[in-house]
C-alpha cells in the first residue's frame, strides 16, 4: 500500500480552460451536452452530501474514470470560482447521507441549489485567459490494483497524480478488502463517498449478474460493481451492501454510451490526457494477463505485421471488451506475451 502525496509543481496541473470548456460543452443541445450537464448535477450532489473532504474518486488509468476525473476537476473549478465552496451543503437532505434510502434517481429537487441536470444558469463562466493555471484542491483517490498491470497505465497514473493534485493510495487483495484497507489509512479515513466511472452500456455494466460468471476481474469498474447486489440496477446513488464498508458509490457517468467517452475525451475544447494504449488498439485496460489489442480494430495487411486503429475508432461498443479473455489465440494477434508463459503461472 503507497499513498502519492500532492505535487508541488503546479505548472503540471490540468489546464483551467479546459476545465471552464466542460461548462460551455454542458450547455450544447447534443447528447454529449446532456450527458456532461447530467454528470456535473451528479458529482455536484455528491459534493453538497458530504463536501469534497468525504469523498473520494477510483481512478486507475482507465477512460471512463480518467473522464470522471476531469468532470469532477472541472466542478470543482466551477465551484471555487462562484464562491460556492466544495460542500457540504447544509440544508441538503441527508437521507441517502445517512444511508435511509438508495435514490431512485436524480430530479430537480435532488441536485445542488446551483446545478440542475435539466438546466444550467444561462451564462457560462468565461475563463480570464491570462490565467493558465491554478492550483486545484487535493483529491482524495483510491486505486485498487489488478494483478500485474501495465506499466504505461502505471505512468499514466503518476501524470495524472500531478495534473489533478490527486492524493492517491494503493491498494490490493478482493475489493471488499480493498476498499476497507484505503478506509483504513490515514488518507483513506472519514472517506463516506466514492466516485466511480461505471457505465451502463459497458458490456459488464447493465447486469450485475452477468459479473459472477467472468473467472477475472481486472477493472476498477468490474471490481466496484461487486459492492452492491448481483441483481440491482445500477443508480446515480447507491449505498454499498452489508457486510461492505459503509460507502455511498456515486455513478455520474453510468448513461454515457462507448463513442460519448471518446467524444469528451477527444473533444477539441478539453484535450483529455489519457493512456496512450488507448490509441494503440486497446479498448478496455485490465491486468496483462487477460488485456489484448482489440481483433475488432485489426489491419490486416498481406505480407505485413497486422496493425490496430486506435480505441476512438471502434463504432460498435458492444466490442469494447472484444480484446479482454484469457489470452488463448489473442496473444500473437495482439503482439502480448502470454504472462503464464513467461512468468510460470
Known sequence: MSVDASPSNSNTYIDPISLDAVYD?????SPLGDMIREAIGVIDRGLDIHGLDKLSISFNGGKDCTVLLHLLSAVLRRRDVEG??????CQVDKVIADGA??????????????ISTTKLPSTSYTPTPTITTTTPPPIRSVYVLCPSPFPDVEDFVESSIKAYNLRLVRVSGSMRLALQAYLDTQDGQGVEAVLVGTRRNDPHGESLRELFKNSVLATISEMALLIVSPLAKLDFLQHCDPGWPNLLRVHPIINWSYVQVWQYLRHPRLKVPYCHLYDDGYTSLGSTYNT??????QISSTGSPPTWKPAYALEDGSLERAGRGNGVGLEKRSGVEDPAATNGT
Open 25 to 29: 460543452l454542458a450547455q450544447d443541445p
Open 84 to 89: 460556492i465552496g466544495y460542500g457540504p451543503v
Open 101 to 114: 434510502a438508495v435514490s431512485p434517481g436524480l430530479s430537480n429537487a435532488t441536485l445542488s441549489p446551483s
Open 292 to 297: 489484448f489489442k482489440n481483433p475488432a480494430l
